[in-house]
Each structure stands twice: as C-alpha cells, then as structure tokens.
C-alpha cells in the first residue's frame, strides 16, 4: 500500500506529459483567426486550407494536387494562417516592398512563411466568365482604405514564372470599405483573356498600415 500512491502520481504526470508533447506536435490550426483573404476565387493558401486541412496527412495529396502537397511541405502553417498574408508599413509603396518574383508571398511575409506561394506550377484554379465577383473574407473586421485588383496579361504562364508587377494590368480600385465580414467587388471584366490567368488582389487594410497580397488562380472561358 506504501507504494500505490507514488505509481497513481508518476501515472498522472506521464500522461499529462504525453498530452504535452501531443498538443506541440499539432499544427497551428487556431492560429489562422484574426485576419482574412479572398475566398472566392480562393487564394492559393486558402485554397489548399479549404481542400487538405482535414487530410493534410493524406498522401495522395502529391498527386491530386501538387501545389498544395509543396506547400503543405514547405510550411503547413502558410495554410493554417491562410488569413494572415500581409505586411505592415509598406506606405503605399507595393512594388518597393514586394519584389518581382514574391509577389504571392507578399515579399517573403511573415519571415518567409507563405514562399510557397510564389513557386509557378499548375495551381488548382476557378472557373470564370466574362464578368466575375471577388469575395473578400475580412474575419477581423479591419475594413479597407482600398482594395486593387489586377489581372496578369495575357501570355503569362503562371505555370512556369514566378509573378511579376510587369506581368499585371490593374482593373479596379475600390473606394473605402466600412467594416464588415466579406466585401463583394463585383462587375470585374476579364476583356480579352482566356484560359489560366493569376487576379492579384491586394487589400489595405483600414485599422493600420497593413497591407495583404493575395493570388488567386482562375480559368476564363
């Protein structure tokens, strides 16, 4: 008896430390709470968030979908923080804070945890028409000083090129936002391109100087 209750203590500390080291070894999942992207057309790291974070384990992932199945490698937690593409203090000056080449990661935010983003290759995409929406999901309520959407020209292989500021023509500049949950930016016009093409949206935010650079793959018909 002198000896049971030593064995029921060392018991409960081995589980609360497999508890422990269980809950280290999970993925960032509560981390992607406070900001926001686009959701439709989904972002690339929204898109896979969507698709694989319920089965991020799942080995099939590499061939159903290799772009993701990269990122997922390369950083699980630019899917679990899908919401949290941004940088602060860019003052309006996207292009000096976000080179050619990075644009998808928004110049290696976040101490390069979104690189994935910026790798070319066959991106899983959305089907658009002629005309088309963009709905951006902003979960914190920041509001926005403005958002601009690009679309890339038509010629550019986002297949095999990292995307540029050269490879994007600007097709609309949003007034201010209010806060609000999504912001609907309707009445987009893709004009002459067909087939796979990157909208590049980028979003500031209205609580601070804080910017987001966001890709999303599209098919026009």
Known sequence: MTHARPRRRARRILALLAATVTLLAMPLAGTASAHGSVIDPA??????????????????MQQQDPMCWQAWQDNPNAMWN???L???NVGGNHQAAVPNGQLCSGGHAEGGRYRSMDTPGAWKTTN???????????QARHGADYIRVYITRQGYNATTTPLGWNHLELVRETPRYAPAETYMITGLNKGSRTGRHVVYTVWKASHMDQTYYICSDVNFS
């Open 82 to 84: 899908w919401n949290g």
């Open 128 to 138: 658009l028409g002629s005309t088309f929406s963009i709905n951006l999901y902003d």
């Open 43 to 60: 972002s690339r790291n929204y898109g896979c968030w969507e698709r694989w974070g319920h089965d991020f384990q799942n080995p099939a």
């Open 86 to 88: 941004y940088r602060d």
